[in-house]
Antibody, heavy 125, light 111 residues
Framework: QLQLQESGPGLVKPSETLSLTCTVSGGSISSSSYYWGWIRQPPGKGLEWIGS???????YYNPSLKSRVTISVDTSKNQFSLKLSSVTAADTAVYYC?????????????????WGQGTLVTVSS | QSVLTQPPSASGTPGQRVTISCSGS????????VNWYQQLPGTAPKLLIY???QRPSGVPDRFSGSKSGTSASLAISGLQSEDEADYYCAAWDDSLNGHVVFGGGTKLTVL
């Protein structure tokens, strides 16, 4: 059974960079059929797609966050990571990693079919 | 302000049928498929419906999805107490080089 687990600091200071890692088990991140992505949810609010990455390194980002986001992949560790720079209190959220079913010809996301349990990141001094 | 519009709340009694709507535009629901996610309290979202009306393995057939034009709906029949959760619709939006958009979520209460 595919499992995803987020890890990283739960507290980040304003203006610094948020860094999270997602470890995939029960399957290979190098699968040619899927992308891997990040989604966040501010406390008490809805979901927001951050971006997705293919095992080859191809990335797609939410236009509203693109200038601050970097997603990378480490196939040797079966992990992918998120970096969000210049964070503010508005970036406080539960961050989820997920497997992404996509149309590989267009990179259009079809669904997020496996999710990690999520990790709360608070931005505060 | 979410790109996809959902009612903030819905409710029903056990055994009833409830529907949750999701309204979008020609650049998202109007041209791409819709997914629905269920988020039980304190847990991660779970894929409930994909490609407008397909259920992943293990999702009861009490849950069904439909799409017409720029709107979609999730229907839950034979409502059960364990269906009390937040429900989110989502779709690909072709604008701005493409991105995923979500609805604001609907909190379903089983009375």
């Amino acid at each position: 059974q595919l499992q995803l687990q987020e890890s990283g600091p739960g507290l980040v200071k304003p203006s610094e960079t948020l860094s999270l890692t997602c470890t995939v088990s029960g399957g290979s991140i190098s699968s040619s059929s899927y992308y891997w992505g990040w989604i966040r949810q501010p406390p008490g609010k809805g979901l927001e797609w951050i971006g997705s990455i293919y095992y080859s390194g191809s990335t797609y980002y939410n236009p509203s966050l693109k200038s601050r986001v970097t997603i990378s992949v480490d196939t040797s560790k079966n992990q992918f990571s998120l970096k969000l720079s210049s964070v503010t209190a508005a970036d406080t959220a539960v961050y989820y990693c997920a497997r992404v079913d996509v149309d590989l010809d267009t990179a259009m996301v079809r669904s997020f079919d496996y999710w990690g349990q999520g990790t709360l990141v608070t931005v505060s001094s | 302000q979410s790109v996809l519009t959902q009612p903030p709340s819905a409710s029903g009694t056990p055994g009833q049928r409830v529907t949750i709507s999701c309204s979008g535009s020609s650049s998202n629901i109007g041209s791409n498929t819709v997914n629905w996610y269920q988020q039980l309290p304190g847990t991660a979202p779970k894929l409930l419906i994909y490609s407008n009306n397909q259920r992943p393995s293990g999702v009861p057939d009490r849950f069904s999805g439909s799409k017409s034009g720029t709107s979609a709906s999730l229907a839950i029949s034979g409502l059960q107490s364990e269906d009390e959760a937040d429900y989110y619709c989502a779709a690909w939006d072709d604008s701005l080089n493409g991105h995923v958009v979500f609805g604001g979520g609907t909190k379903l209460t089983v009375l």
